[in-house]
């Protein structure tokens, strides 16, 4: 079975900190993804991974960035956290383009 | 443009009522089409892959069927643990991209 982590379920953070959301999958998929979830707009894909080294930009990049640095591992970056990225987060991995997505457990994040 | 709409939002049934869940695309040369659960406070769960018009999947009580121009997610008999936000999706294009329904809300009462 595919597993995808993440590393939190829950974060309480500070607008203006730095926040790192960590994804690992263990199923050497090639493309990685971060959503985030809000009631009434639901998936709205943030960036997505073909390869290591490699990102493409989704429909809301603003105010994220990532790092793929390991095939197996696709980090999320709040550069200066804000009260309007408050959500929940959610990785998936996919093994290739236009198959389907494997999701993790989800990151439920509090910016106050 | 790709899209994909879902239909009822909500829906409401009691165990062992039997219904479908409907899910309309449109895209450019459909390249599958995918079915998620998702329980609240989680990750959705895959459930099936549907690639050509004809094609049945089932799992239990849940049995998804393909057209050409839609899907539908059978529910037979169902139990409150049946519970759940139900999506469906499409690629995109060649970008690997899913383009998401806003999802079904599914509660069977006891």
């Known amino acids: 079975d595919v597993k995808v982590t993440q590393s939190s379920r829950y974060l309480v953070k500070r607008t203006g900190e730095k926040v790192f959301l960590e994804c690992v999958q263990d199923m050497d998929h090639e493309n990685m993804f971060w959503y985030r979830q809000d009631p009434g707009l639901g998936l709205r894909l943030i960036y997505f991974s073909y390869d290591v080294k490699m990102k493409e930009k989704g429909d809301i990049p603003e105010g994220y960035s990532v790092s793929r640095e390991k095939k197996e591992r696709f980090s999320l970056i709040l550069e200066s956290a804000s009260t309007n990225q408050t959500s929940m987060y959610l990785c998936?991995?996919?093994?290739?383009?236009?198959?389907?997505?494997?999701f993790g457990p989800g990151t439920r994040l509090t910016v106050t | 443009e790709d899209q994909v709409t879902q239909s009822p939002e909500a829906l409401r049934l009691q165990e062992g009522e039997s219904s479908s869940l409907n899910c309309s695309y449109t895209v450019s040369g459909l390249r599958g089409l995918f079915w998620y659960r998702q329980d609240p406070g989680k990750g959705p769960e895959f459930l099936f892959t549907?690639?050509?018009a004809g094609e049945e999947k089932e799992k239990e009580r849940l049995k998804a069927t393909l057209t050409k121009k839609e899907s539908f997610l059978h529910i037979t008999a169902p139990k409150p643990e049946d519970s759940a936000t139900y999506l469906c999706a499409v690629p995109s294009g060649n970008t690997g991209k899913l383009i998401f329904g806003q999802g079904t809300t599914l509660q069977v009462k006891p």
């Open positions: 549907l690639y050509s």
């Open positions: 998936a991995s996919s093994l290739g383009r236009g198959t389907g997505q494997y």
